[in-house]
C-alpha cells in the first residue's frame, strides 16, 4: 500500500477495492484446493466487499454505518493492515491505531500490563518509549490493582479500557474506533470521548457504530455500506437518515448473509 503518490491532505485512498473469502463447502476440500486449485476451484467466493471508492483527508473524522455483515469492519481491516484487498488499490499514508484490532490480540494468561507492552510493540511503539507511558496508559485504562492480573480475569469492558488506553500513547495519525465504546461504562466512554475530541485536531479518525446519534455528533462525514456495496456518503445526518429509514424498511432475514 505505497502513499508515495498520494496527495499531501489524502490520507486513505480507496479505488474500486472489493474483499473476497473462500467459502468452502466441506473440510477436505481446503486440501483439494491447496493440490489441485491451479486447475479448478474447491470453493464458492463470499463477497464482503465491491467496488468500494472513497478518500479519506487528512483531520477527518468519517463515520460508517450499515447493518451487521455489511462490510464496515472488513474495509477498516485492510486500512489497519489486518487483510489485504482482493480487488482494487488501498493507500494508506500514516501511523493507524485499530482500536478494533488490539483486544484480539491480547493473551488472555498475560497481565494487563503485559498485553499492554505486545500491543503496543505492535503499533510500532519502543519499549523505551512504553516503559515511560506505561504510568500513563494503566491511569487511562482506570483498572486499579486489576492492571496486573491476568486478562482472563477481565470483562469485555475491561479489556477495551486496556486496548484504547494504549491506542492514546500510540503516536498515531489514524485512529480507527470499531463499537470499541459500546462496552464500556458510561464514565470511561467520557473519557474516550474526550480523548476522541482532542485527537480530532491533530489526526484523522475513522468510526464504526450503529448509534447514528453518535455518528451525527463527532463526524464530519459518513458513509453508509450495504452489503458490501457504498450505498451513500456524504452529510452525515443525511446519511444517517438514509440508514435509518433502511432500517425501518428492510426485515431481518437470513438472506442477507447467503454466499453469493
Known amino acids: 500500500m505505497s502513499s508515495s503518490t498520494l496527495s499531501d491532505d489524502i490520507v486513505i ?12 463447502d466441506h473440510y477436505e476440500d481446503r486440501m483439494k484446493q491447496a493440490l489441485f486449485g491451479r486447475f479448478r ?17 487528512r483531520g477527518e473524522c468519517v ?6 455483515g455489511s462490510g464496515k469492519t472488513t474495509f477498516l481491516q485492510m ?12 493507500r494508506v499514508k500514516g501511523n493507524v491505531a485499530p482500536i478494533l ?32 507511558r506505561m504510568d500513563a496508559i494503566a491511569d487511562f485504562a482506570g483498572l486499579g490493582d486489576f492492571f496486573d492480573q491476568p486478562v482472563k480475569f477481565y470483562s469485555s469492558g475491561m479489556q477495551a479500557r486496556v486496548a484504547f488506553a494504549v491506542c492514546t500513547q500510540a503516536d498515531a495519525t489514524i485512529l480507527v474506533v470499531d463499537e470499541a465504546l459500546a462496552v464500556g461504562d458510561a464514565a470511561f466512554q467520557k473519557k474516550c470521548f474526550d480523548f476522541i475530541h482532542d485527537f480530532r485536531k491533530r489526526g484523522t479518525l475513522l468510526f464504526v457504530s450503529h448509534s447514528t446519534e453518535l455518528t451525527r455528533e463527532i463526524c464530519d462525514r459518513a458513509v453508509f455500506i450495504d452489503r458490501g456495496v457504498v450505498r451513500m456518503q456524504g ?26
Open 101 to 132: 484490532a488490539l483486544g484480539a490480540t491480547f493473551d488472555l494468561d498475560l497481565t494487563g500490563r503485559q498485553n499492554a507492552f505486545v500491543s503496543g510493540a505492535i503499533l510500532g511503539v519502543g519499549r523505551k518509549t512504553l516503559e515511560a
Open 13 to 24: 485512498h480507496a479505488l474500486n477495492v472489493g474483499k473476497a473469502y473462500n467459502i468452502y
Open 79 to 90: 486500512v489497519c493492515g489486518i487483510t489485504a484487498p482482493t480487488t482494487g488499490d488501498l
Open 235 to 260: 452529510d452525515p445526518a443525511k446519511v444517517c437518515a438514509a440508514y435509518e429509514e433502511d432500517i425501518l424498511n428492510a426485515k431481518d432475514s437470513s438472506e442477507r448473509f447467503e454466499f453469493v
Open 63 to 68: 463515520g460508517f454505518v450499515g447493518r451487521n
Open 41 to 57: 476451484d474447491f470453493h464458492r467466493k463470499y463477497w464482503a466487499l465491491r467496488d468500494v471508492t472513497l478518500d479519506i483527508r
